[in-house]
């Protein structure tokens, strides 16, 4: 199997060296990341400027590196263009989770995506972060257990994955859809100038059976996502009610 590894907080990030030792387990593992944090970059993509790779400044211990000037998205574009007969894209790990409404600007949910996209197996992995840096140790076992479930099925398909530190255990969950409180924070910097930071928090308790509650009561949530957007319901509804 040829596992190609990114991720959006940037090459040196310990989360995406975290990844690929657990990755080898599995196969053969190459690692194409942005060479600067991309945190929230959704599924931005490079069109007005060329695209350009270098092998990787720090060492991941035997495995290929190289880091590329532009997006997640970007990374598995090149990387599986540079690298064919890819057979799964992983994605992360992210330091800070990946859960409900905060999958719309992910942009380490966005490399799986892209993959998808491609016609190549797709899996982002995320762990919160808190006032120190995550210790991907604890999270080893876990890491390595998902990867056996999800790797062992051979279907095209796209999964968001969060694991919080000393799991109880796993869950499949939906993805929690809940309103959130979006707060800009003005502020003034050293030269006297105006800026402004942007701030969410949810307005709502996560529902039982969605990734969001399962991690904040202590299981990895394994959410399996899809590229069709469509609300079929009120579609149906539409359909019904409106005809055209």
Known sequence: MRILITNDDGIYSPGIAALAQAARKFGEVRVVAPDVEQSSMG??????RPLSYRESPIAFD?????????????????????WSK???????????????????????????????LLGIK?????TPVGKTEP??????????????????????????VNFPADAKGMQWT???VRLYDGKIVPGIDPMNRKHYWFTVSPL?????????????????????????????????????????
Not at 140 to 160: G, S
Request: charged share 25%; proline share 4%; glycine share 8%.
């Open 86 to 116: 890819t057979d799964v894209v992983l994605s992360g790990i992210n330091m800070g989770p990946n859960l409900g409404n905060g999958m719309w600007h992910s942009g380490t949910l966005a490399a799986a995506k892209q993959a998808v």
């Open 204 to 244: 709502e308790p996560a529902e039982e059976g969605t990734d969001r509650w399962a991690v904040e009561n202590g299981y990895v949530s394994i959410t399996p996502l899809r590229l069709d957007l469509t609300a079929d319901s009120e579609l149906e509804r539409l359909l019904r009610e409106r005809p055209l």
């Open 43 to 48: 599924h931005a993509v490079t069109h007005s």
């Open 122 to 126: 797709g899996i982002a992995l995320s």
């Open 135 to 160: 210790d991907f140790k604890r999270i080893e076992a876990d890491v390595e257990k998902a990867l056996a479930l999800l790797l062992e099925d051979t279907e095209l398909a796209l999964f968001n």
């Open 174 to 176: 939906r993805q929690s």
């Open 62 to 82: 035997g495995i290929e590196a190289y880091r590329v000037n532009g997006t997640p998205a970007d990374c598995v574009a090149l990387g599986t263009h540079l």
